[in-house]
């Protein structure tokens, strides 16, 4: 039973049951109706409790339900919000520790609500691209006023309990129960005290309206507009609001209504369903089970302090496991301690962290230039040098001091992650743990699993990634992963759009307004060009069939390496963040062009947007036909996570789904007949040829 009905004296109780949140499914919304008749019909009864067990008051929608016939089946949450309005006995919310979305639409149309302290209240619809339908972009503005309402609405932040309480003139809640222990005898005690007061308070009946309406809320759409630019939903919450200050109820809600149903369908609502759903799915690996044991990870060794170790370092520290580092020498030592604490005390210097918590990260630190001191460790992150002699000597340490059963992780971005798992005579504790730069903040983590690798080491590298925040997605082993894999495709394209007439800024610029956070030159001046120069020339000796333009190398042999040396693609000066456009980089490239006798052409928006972006998706396709991604939404979430994909497209998949396969194939048959380009290239993958002839989508 996901709602149980009980009786207390003349107090009915429906308790919402459905772990974890109460989510508000069918079965769920049965039980509500038929206690409510229940109670209608037993005549000792004179007031009813709705609250839920556990965990929660209700998180909203059934997640489970989403997009499923049963999310609309009778009773939908419109009925069961009728029924308790409708009811001839008073109900009365009992809310506690979660009360979000639809579970909060149903507390507003109880005829009363006593809330415990802590518990988080929310309407979270706008961050699935929706809004409120159930009456609350109508009923909220009634009891915290127009204002408070629209803030929850349009950013689906949760407000705690108490806070809410506080604000003057407040119905939201008719009152605080002293402690969440206390709500259940206080609800019932509440309800008595109001059992016979008639006519019973709606919501629906009090008023909303600003003193400054018209202004107010065209300040809110400006404000929205700049926020939410690639969004429809935020400007239709204020649309919403608005309704409520301008309409009869029936006639607001009647608007809420269309307004939600016009957002349903929009390809940036779907997007953000699909990346809720992804985001979810990417922790579930298909063959290790759940309940797969763990092994504990109480301390945590790593070794390299460079740009990535201390990122790394800080994750850990951040989530209050200690971390030893460890160096060949006390000045790396020195350095990388040195870049954790300016990182720590930029972030107090901000305000986002409080000194004392600070000090507590640090002191979870220490460091160490013996092999010895990682013994204990039940976690070893290799940062080192990109070499695989360098993984060697550190792996084949590494077995022979790490206890047994210890993790051994490397956060190698290029190199075999079973070659190195070799180095050791357990390669079924060896996986890759490969972070992104900056590593304490990036949120994406691409979990490697090599041959050997054991199921509890994936099962407890995907849990230790929940902990330290991160977004987790398995990868196989190949060159570059996933996700750089991938963006090499990318790169390639970006420079051949360099040899046939663009600029670096026409073709960030074009990427950059489809959504990207940064074009391809731009990323490559923050990650360094040498990077790609270093992996080119490795190219060059393994697979010479490759085709690059030859722009890139010309950059980096004059040592315009990126923002470090403060010259790449662009120019960059000390206080300012902005990429500048230099004259002799547009000129290197015109020359270049030059040499190898192109007429330069007029490329469109168009043509360098969908050249990128089906670069990306054809690479795609090969990685999951060779199994190296386990589903399409891996890909997505790795893009959106890790490489600044545009959220309201959903990531390259979902994005070419939308776009349609057999428009993408058609785009790539035109773009293998230019002679500049690769016909090679643009051979659509298995995988995308299959999925068109059988009319499929990713
Ligand atoms: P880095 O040069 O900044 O740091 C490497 C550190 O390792 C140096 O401090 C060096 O002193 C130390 N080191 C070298 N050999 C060692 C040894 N034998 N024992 C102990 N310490 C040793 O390099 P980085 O950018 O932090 O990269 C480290 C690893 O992370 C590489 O495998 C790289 O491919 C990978 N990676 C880098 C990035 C990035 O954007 N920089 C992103 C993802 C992964």
């Not at 550190?394 to 079973?418: E, Y």
């Not at 992963?481 to 991938?486: K, Q, T």
């Not at 199994?627 to 309201?648: M, R």
Request: charged fraction near 25%; include cysteine; hydrophobic fraction near 45%.
């Amino acid at each position: 039973m996901t709602a149980q009905y009980q009786v207390h004296g003349d107090v009915a109780v429906i308790t919402l049951n459905n772990p974890p949140v109460n989510g508000l499914g069918l079965a769920t919304r049965r039980g509500i109706v038929d206690g409510l008749e229940r109670a209608e019909a037993d005549a000792t009864v004179r007031a009813v409790v709705i609250t839920g067990a556990g965990a929660a008051f209700s998180g909203g929608a059934d997640i489970k339900e989403f997009g499923t016939d049963k999310s609309l089946a009778e009773p939908n949450l419109h009925s069961v919000i009728g029924a308790v309005e409708q009811c001839s006995k008073p109900v009365v919310a009992a809310i506690h520790s979660v009360c979000m979305g639809g579970g909060l639409e149903l507390a507003l149309a109880c005829h009363y609500r006593i809330a415990a302290p802590g518990c988080s209240v929310a309407l979270p619809e706008v961050k699935l691209g929706i809004l409120p339908g159930a009456g609350g972009t109508q009923r909220l503005p009634r009891v915290v006023g127009v204002e408070a309402a629209l803030n929850m609405i349009v950013s689906g932040e949760a407000v705690k309990s108490e806070l809410i309480a506080a604000m003057p003139g407040q119905k939201l809640f008719d009152k605080m129960a002293a402690a969440p222990e206390a709500l259940a005898d206080e609800s019932l005690a509440f309800a008595r005290s109001i059992a016979e007061a008639r006519p019973l308070p709606l919501v629906r009946g009090l008023p909303a309206s600003h003193p400054q309406g018209d202004a107010y809320f065209q300040f809110a759409r400006n404000m929205v507009k700049g926020m939410a630019k690639n969004f429809p939903a935020p400007p239709k919450c204020v649309d919403a609001v608005e309704a409520a200050t301008k309409q009869k109820f029936a006639d607001g809600l009647a608007t809420e209504r269309e307004l939600f149903i016009s957002l349903m369908w929009t390809p940036e609502s779907r997007a953000l369903r699909h990346l809720f759903f992804a985001e979810r799915a990417a922790s579930k690996i298909p063959d290790v089970p759940a309940d797969t044991p763990q092994r504990a990870i109480k301390k945590v060794g790593v070794i390299g302090a460079g740009t990535m170790g201390g990122g790394i370092s800080m994750n850990f520290l951040n989530a209050g496991i200690p971390v030893k580092m460890l160096e060949m020498k006390q000045e790396a030592l020195d350095r990388g301690l040195a870049t954790i604490r300016k990182n720590y005390e930029a972030q107090v210097k901000k305000g986002k962290l409080k000194e004392g918590r600070y000090q507590e990260r640090m002191a979870l630190l220490s460091t160490t230039l013996s092999y010895e001191d990682l013994k204990d460790c039940d976690l070893i992150v290799e940062a080192v040098f990109e070499d695989l002699n360098v993984k060697e000597a550190v792996f084949k340490q590494l077995d022979a001091v790490a206890k047994p059963g210890a993790i051994l992780a490397s956060n190698t971005s290029t190199l075999d992650l079973d070659r190195i798992a070799a180095f050791t005579n357990r390669p079924q504790d060896v996986v890759g743990m490969h972070f992104f730069s900056p590593a304490n903040v990036m949120k994406l983590l691409e979990v490697v699993r090599g041959k050997a690798t054991a199921k509890d080491v994936l099962a407890t590298v995907m849990s230790v990634a929940k902990k330290i925040k991160k977004v987790a997605v398995v990868s196989g082993v190949c060159d570059g992963f996933i996700g750089n894999r991938m963006i090499e495709r990318y790169s390639q394209q970006a420079g051949f759009l360099l040899d046939e007439g663009c600029t670096p800024s026409q073709v960030d610029r074009a990427i950059e307004k489809f959504g990207f956070a940064m074009g391809p030159f731009r990323m490559g001046d923050l990650a360094g060009n040498d990077i790609g120069w270093a992996i080119r020339k490795r190219r060059a000796v393994e697979s010479p069939d490759i085709k690059y333009s030859k722009t890139a190398d010309l950059l980096c042999e004059q040592g315009r390496f990126g923002q470090k040396v403060g010259k790449g693609w662009y120019d960059y000066v000390p206080g300012r963040r902005d990429a500048i456009a230099n004259a002799e980089v547009e000129k290197m490239i015109a020359d270049h062009r030059a040499s190898l006798g192109i007429t330069p052409r007029k490329v469109s928006d168009e043509e360098i947007v969908q050249r990128l972006v089906f670069s990306l998706v054809n690479e795609a396709a090969h990685i999951l036909e060779e199994g190296i991604a386990n589903k399409a939404s891996d890909v997505d979430v790795v893009y959106i996570f890790g490489y600044g994909f545009p959220v309201h497209r959903g990531g390259p998949l979902n994005y070419a789904n939308e776009f349609g396969l057999f428009n993408l194939v058609q785009a790539m048959k035109r773009f293998a007949k230019n002679p500049l380009d690769d016909a090679r290239f643009w051979q659509p993958a298995p995988l995308l040829a299959r999925l068109v002839a059988e009319g499929k989508q990713f």
